[in-house]
């Protein structure tokens, strides 16, 4: 055992792993993807290649916040959780008296030059929350502790959804009850919330904005509507099964190359994947996907402490939910929300918290055999 | 707080994780297997329907006009070409409300009230996928402004196609005739599918005769054209293929020597090669520019052809049916020696008139004085009326209406073109079938010098006259004499239709008969005897002055007194070199008067055009 350890960590590849506190399976699948992206990205923007080098420079910004992320020990994390998150929830506030409009919603905050988005960040910092608060109650929690987390991870996400941005609303939420589940909430539990929110569907109904509701209205019939709600899914549908099984090859996609897709180099990116590397290609991307979130939970499963675990099994959750949102949306399966495919939709932002989600989890692994040790 | 986490049992907690886990990879893999197995859904069971849907949406069929086959003269001079030409095109299924459209582009190109009311009734009958001309004949300047502008017209392109051209304009036009924009009408008779793209159709002469052969068949592009309705490229062609190129028997440089001798007279040449049928030229006049009619001629300009009192629509050496008056004289000669009427060599007296015994009416000779004694040859020579009286009442109409029908009149001759006249050769059952009637001993006698009944096209008088020169050999006269499939094959000559010939009982009338035209030109008092001067071949002819309308029996024909549309037509019929004939000439100048005088120097220039042809010292 001992020998295979050494033969392995012989390799220098292994030795700039460890030396940088990565875990080196995660690490080569996210970067073999994020390149896979570009290229993706460089058929869906028409063969741009300065939107390409303009990716690719987010990308290395990126992975130097995984590099930072990985070498702070998850402890230290630990301790931050509570005042990130209190600067979060004021940051939300802040972004609604005073944020910046774009496309009707009020998401960002302007700092003089930079513009940031904190709904963006407390994908991270809701979690960290959590998963913190939970780490401090017994294992399964009790239903007052179930209470009280609620309540933690409501409070932010109805700031979100007042931005009005339902997408990031939902994965913070999801990102926060994935916790609250890792944690242990009792099945009957979760059975009677599952049977009260389908009691408070008609609900919600009513406070969706009109635009979210035509969306799920067209999700369910795009057909009605073709040349307006449901252009974006009838085309995506169109570019998705005119893939057929090996696709019609790199750059040859005809629904993406002559602007058929709509937002082809973001959330629907998986489109003219799909269209250009058939059903085979789906199949690989999503294996791809799969084993980097078994990778993740792996890791949870291997830490010490529950904070680490919760957090780590969180973020994992919470990057398959990502991926499963945005595949079910531009494959007619759920309405759109505007959630990019993680590492292959262009765009800053959600590139960065994701790289710092995983920066996350290499610091679990890392600091964990230190513990072990 | 950190005691609390001291109390938890690491080991439970650790496996109520570890079951939670377990639980959320289940989850990942069954939301996993429903997105695949939508993805399978979409990519494999759909896959059919969703390809079909891409190819619809990115894949534009359009069918390709093929290149019309060109018409040449016989020396390969363009009777009609193909010119380079743009035309705005609507694919209305792109281009949104086409009213609101038509009012921006307006704004720019002009459209007139008809090229409007067209395209509005075009676009209602095809499919709105299809494209649509607009306007044809863009001018530079509109190409230019519409180049800017493009972007603002979705579904709205410049198409570089063809569009027919006349370069000899007005001097073939009652050959070629003209092509012009299809009608409802021609989109019904047409095939459907070979004409789709095509605009323009032949409507008349030749264009329409071959109509067939010259229009080539459709041809198809596939474009890939981008959300935006904008063809971005063609994915695949399926050339179209041109249309037959024909070589016509005319040959311009005559076409033209015998438009300009006719000028600004109303009147018809044809001239006919004997030995083989082909029309070396074929002009009635007036004319008119046949390019006119190609995109659709003004309806200002119509009326003035329509109602102009000279008729240039009309086709006179086709369809116009004169008396012919004495050219006829040769066959109804033919037909009494024939019929053993005649000995060419016996002389006959020629008085000033002609009168059936018993009757009073009195025949006259043109000439006041009378002939004196003649025979057949000075009767040809001089044109003598009252010597082919003599002999037409002497046989009757049975032996001439023979006679006259084996010379091909009364019938149509098939050359290859629209419409022909039938013309008029009459016989005692003709005239009971049609007017009930006896048949009359006095209209023999007129029918002998070409009036009465009697009814001849331009075109029959010159088969006529080329039957004659061949001893009774006849050629079916035509205008196509080769044809051509591509560039590379070059032209395949036709064979000439050879027609029954005429054979006589006796040989040598052939000669009596034309020794008398030979004398008509060439003989002492023969009656064109002027244009015998100064020419480098041998001509045989005979003259013809149709009488247009009754002269009372005590009353002279005096040409000045007469209003000029009533005046007689003037005729003339020629053959040359008398040994070799290579070419016959019918000429007909209406109301132009005396054939000899008038006719036949016009004659005598289309056969100077014809044989001197690139004699570089001129007679």
């Known amino acids: 055992m001992a020998h295979n350890v050494n033969s392995l960590t012989a390799r220098p590849i292994w030795l700039i792993y460890q030396f940088f506190k990565l875990d080196g399976l995660l690490f080569t699948a996210l970067v073999l993807l994020s390149l896979s992206g570009l290229m993706v990205l460089y058929s869906a923007s028409g063969g741009d290649i300065a939107l390409v080098q303009r990716q690719a420079l987010r990308l290395a910004v990126g992975f130097i916040g995984l590099l930072v992320m990985a070498q702070i020990p998850i402890d230290k994390l630990r301790a931050w959780s ?107 539990v979760i059975m009677s919330l599952i049977a009260i929110g389908i009691a408070a569907a008609p609900i919600i109904w009513f406070k969706l904005h009109d635009y979210q509701r035509t969306r799920i209205l067209t999700l369910l019939n795009p057909e009605s509507d073709p040349l307006n709600a449901g252009y974006h899914i009838i085309q995506s549908k169109i570019a998705i099964g005119s893939g057929g099984i090996y696709g019609k090859g790199w750059l040859n996609g005809t629904q993406s190359r002559l602007d058929f897709i709509p937002e082809r180099s973001t959330d629907f990116i998986f489109s003219v994947f799909t269209e250009e590397f058939g059903f085979l290609g789906a199949v690989v991307l999503i294996l791809a996907y799969l084993f980097i979130v078994m990778r993740g939970l792996v890791i949870a499963a291997n830490a010490q402490s529950n904070y680490a675990k919760l957090l780590g099994g969180a973020i994992s959750l919470s990057f398959f939910s990502y991926v499963f949102v945005n595949i079910g949306m531009v494959t007619g399966l759920l309405p759109v929300v505007g959630v990019p495919l993680p590492l292959i939709s262009y765009g800053g932002t959600s590139m960065v918290t994701l790289l710092t989600m995983f920066g996350i989890l290499m610091s679990i692994h890392s600091h964990k055999k230190l513990l072990g040790n | 707080m950190a005691r609390r986490i001291a109390i938890g049992d690491q080991r439970l907690e650790s496996e109520v994780f570890n079951r939670r886990a377990v639980a959320a990879v289940i989850l990942v893999f069954i939301a996993c297997s429903i997105l695949l197995f939508q993805l399978y859904g979409l990519q494999v069971t759909q896959y059919a329907h969703y390809q079909t849907r891409s190819d619809d949406n990115h894949m534009q069929l359009q069918s390709v006009a093929p290149m019309r086959g060109l018409i040449l003269d016989r020396d390969g001079v363009l009777l009609a070409d193909n010119q380079p030409s743009y035309r705005l095109v609507v694919t209305p299924s792109r281009a949104g409300n086409i009213d609101a459209l038509l009012g921006r582009l307006s704004e720019f190109i002009e459209f007139d009230d008809r090229e409007l009311r067209r395209f509005n009734r075009v676009i209602l009958g095809r499919q709105s996928f299809q494209q649509t001309p607009l306007k044809f004949n863009l001018s530079n300047q509109e190409l230019a402004l519409f180049a800017v502008k493009q972007h603002q017209f979705p579904g709205v392109e410049v198409l570089a196609t063809s569009t027919r051209y006349y370069p000899q304009h007005e001097y073939f036009t009652h050959t070629l005739g003209y092509v012009g924009r299809m009608n409802r009408a021609d989109q019904q008779r047409m095939d459907a599918k070979n004409y789709r793209a095509t605009t323009h159709i032949g409507k008349l002469g030749l264009e329409k005769y071959y109509e067939d052969i010259l229009h080539g068949e459709v041809g198809y592009q596939h474009d890939e054209i981008n959300a935006q309705g904008r063809r971005q490229r063609v994915l695949r062609t399926e050339q179209a293929k041109s249309g037959v190129d024909l070589k016509l028997s005319l040959v311009t440089e005559v076409q033209k020597v015998a438009t300009n001798a006719l000028g600004s007279r109303r009147g018809a040449i044809v001239a006919i090669d004997p030995n083989n049928g082909d029309v070396l030229a074929f002009v009635s006049m007036p004319s008119f520019d046949p390019n006119l009619f190609v995109n659709g001629i003004s309806q200002k300009a119509y009326s003035e052809l329509r109602l102009n009192s000279d008729q240039p629509l009309f086709n006179r050496a086709l369809i116009g049916q004169y008396p012919p008056g004495s050219t006829v004289k040769p066959v109804i000669a033919l037909a009494a020696l024939e019929s053993n009427q005649i000995n060419a060599e016996n002389t006959i007296f020629a008085g000033p008139y002609f009168q059936i015994p018993k009757q009073s009416r009195r025949y006259r000779d043109w000439k006041k004085g009378g002939h004196g004694r003649v025979d057949l040859k000075l009767a040809l020579a001089q044109s003598c009326d009252v010597y082919f009286y003599k002999l037409g009442f002497a046989m009757g109409i049975k032996p001439m209406h023979d006679m006259l029908t084996r010379f091909n009149l009364g019938d149509k001759l098939g050359l290859d073109t629209m419409g022909e006249a039938r013309g008029l050769v009459p016989s005692a059952a003709w005239k009971k079938r049609i007017h009930d009637e006896a048949w009359y001993p006095g209209e023999s006698v007129i029918t002998s010098i070409g009036q009465g009944y009697l009814l001849a096209t331009p075109l029959q008088l010159a088969q006529m006259t080329a039957r004659l020169a061949m001893n009774g050999l006849g050629y079916k006269p035509r205008f196509v004499i080769a044809q051509r499939k591509t560039k590379e094959d070059g032209f395949v000559p036709l064979e000439p239709t050879v027609l029954p010939s005429i054979d006589l009982k006796q040989q040598e009338h052939w000669q009596q008969v034309l020794s008398g035209m030979r004398a008509v030109v060439n003989g002492r008092t023969g009656t064109a005897r002027n244009i015998s001067r100064g020419a480098r071949y041998d001509i045989a002819g005979k003259s013809g002055t149709a009488q247009v309308i009754g002269i009372a029996q005590n009353a002279e024909y005096e040409e000045a007194d007469i209003a000029q549309h009533l005046r007689d037509h003037a005729l ?30 016009i004659a005598r220039k289309v056969m100077d055009a014809y044989l001197l042809k690139g004699m570089t010292d001129g007679p």
């Open chain 1, 82 to 188: 509570i005042v990130l998150y209190v600067v979060g929830l004021v940051l939300l506030f802040l972004v609604l008296v005073a944020g910046d409009s774009a496309k009707g919603a009020q998401r960002w905050l302007s700092f003089g030059v930079i513009r940031f988005q904190p709904s963006e960040v407390m994908k991270i910092w809701v979690p960290m929350m959590m998963a913190f608060y939970f780490s401090t109650r017994l294992i399964p929690p009790k239903l007052k502790d179930v209470v009280i987390g609620f309540v933690l991870l409501a409070t932010p996400a109805v700031l979100i959804l007042k931005q009005p941005d339902l997408g990031t609303a939902i994965l913070v939420t999801s990102s926060g009850l994935f916790v609250i589940f890792l944690a242990g909430l009792r099945t009957r």
């Open chain 2, 572 to 601: 003339f019929i020629a053959y040359a070199p008398v040994d070799q004939p290579k070419i016959a000439v019918a000429v007909i100048v209406e109301n132009g008067g005396s054939g000899s005088r008038v006719a036949a120097p």
